[in-house]
């Protein structure tokens, strides 16, 4: 019983120090942040899609899409940044409203990645994806 007692105590105590190091707990932060996804984002096989991305890209990550349709069109304010460079480095970006008004269209499309995957409906204005929303879950085709 006492052999049994201090090799569970060596091992108890290994395992701490291995669990505690910085090395350990930074390849574990490492892998967690390499396999979450943000919240606005899924997987197309090994490929995440996320918002501002093109509708060629998503094309080029999940494919064609189930269903395609132009909902319709929509005016969007676009600002034209000017940047002041203050030197040293150090630059700031400001938008004093000067810009103009764009009318975009707005597409949406459909992905069913089958009966055991979510279903998304991804909405793109002037060609960028700016929403992204799980339907539940698909149906064979």
Aim: aromatic share 10%; proline share 4%; hydrophobic share 40%.
């Amino acid at each position: 019983m006492l052999v049994h007692s201090v090799s569970t105590r060596r091992y108890d105590t290994a395992m701490r120090m291995i669990l505690h190091s910085p090395a350990c707990v930074a390849a574990f932060l490492l892998l967690l942040v390499l396999v979450t996804t943000p919240a606005h984002a899924f997987r197309c096989g090994n490929k995440i899609v996320t918002k501002d991305m093109h509708e060629m890209q998503v094309r080029r990550a999940c494919g064609a899409p189930t269903t395609m349709r132009n909902i319709g069109r929509t005016l969007r304010n676009i600002n034209i940044p000017i940047e002041s460079n203050y030197g040293g480095g150090w630059t700031a970006r400001h938008f004093p409203g000067y810009g103009f008004s764009q009318e975009v269209v707005i597409t949406e499309y459909i992905y069913n990645f089958g009966p055991r995957k979510l279903m998304r409906r991804l909405l793109f204005e002037g060609g960028v994806l700016v929403s992204v929303e799980t339907l539940g879950y698909g149906y064979r085709e």
